[in-house]
């Protein structure tokens, strides 16, 4: 249910435990420094749902280091996501000839913290997820897709994407959404983005989105 939130040319890794058993290249070992120990398990569950999903793509194991905002370094001609959370960690990659760009996102199904929907929600949109089914919290979807949207957005853009940058909309039948840019977009093949689509799944205690962007 998950996996159906990419196109057939994405290849994607997850997994619901920790994948401790791989040792990391000595770029990863500097991007990731001395971290807590939730950050170092996270870290490398990632990076063994990369290895695990370059190879179905064909493509030699290398590291994945981190760029200067965060952003995960990957070989030449691939694309990718990382995303990892209590309940999900998962890797996406994509060939550059396919994708332009991958976001991917997983949270926990619960509502956001008092407060958080508002510094993250423009007025309009807080309305439009106002409706939601029982026991769907649609302000975790809306949330999530921000943050997919941001993961895909800033490898094109090279710069930050504030909440407010874009208008969200969720359709609820076909669980996909569409992110407005606010703000001027990268230019992606000669032409100016104007906006993201993106696919959103509640499966269990997980929300998962995804965002690409074609080549
Ligand atoms: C960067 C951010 C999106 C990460 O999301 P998160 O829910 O905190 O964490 P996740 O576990 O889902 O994702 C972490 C992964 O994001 C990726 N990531 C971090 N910074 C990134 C960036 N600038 N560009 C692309 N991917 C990035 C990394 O791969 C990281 O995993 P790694 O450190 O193991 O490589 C979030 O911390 C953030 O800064 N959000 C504010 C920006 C935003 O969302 N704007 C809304 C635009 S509409």
Redesign the pocket.
């Known amino acids: 249910m998950i996996d159906d939130a990419l196109p057939p040319s994405v290849v994607m890794v997850r997994t619901d435990a920790d994948l401790l058993d791989v040792p990391l290249f000595p770029e990863e070992e500097s991007a990731l420094g001395r971290p807590v120990e939730k950050r170092r398990r996270?870290?490398v569950t990632?990076r063994a749902c990369a290895r695990r999903a370059l190879e179905q793509l064909g493509v030699e194991p290398a590291p994945?280091a981190?760029g200067p905002?965060?952003?995960?370094l990957w070989p030449a001609g691939v694309v990718g996501?990382?995303?990892?959370?209590r309940v999900l960690r998962a890797c996406a990659v994509a060939r550059a000839e396919e994708m332009r760009s991958i976001g991917i996102?997983?949270?926990v199904h619960d509502s956001l913290p008092d407060g958080v929907l508002r510094l993250v929600a423009s007025p309009d949109e807080q309305a439009r997820i106002r409706e939601a089914p029982d026991g769907l919290c649609l302000d975790r979807v809306l949330f999530s897709a921000?943050?997919a949207?941001?993961?895909a957005?800033?490898?094109l853009a090279r710069r930050w994407?504030?909440?407010d940058?874009?208008d969200l909309s969720l359709s609820l039948d076909e669980r996909t959404f569409h992110?407005r840019l606010l703000v001027p977009g990268p230019q992606v093949d000669g032409g100016q983005l104007t906006g993201f689509d993106g696919r959103w799944r509640v499966d269990g205690d997980v929300v998962f989105c995804a965002v690409v962007v074609a080549a």
Request: net charge negative; charged share 30%; glycine share 6%.
């Open positions: 996270e870290f990632a994945i981190s905002r965060g952003e995960p996501s990382i995303t990892h959370c996102d997983a949270e921000k943050e949207i941001y993961k957005w800033y490898p994407l504030g909440f940058d874009v992110a």
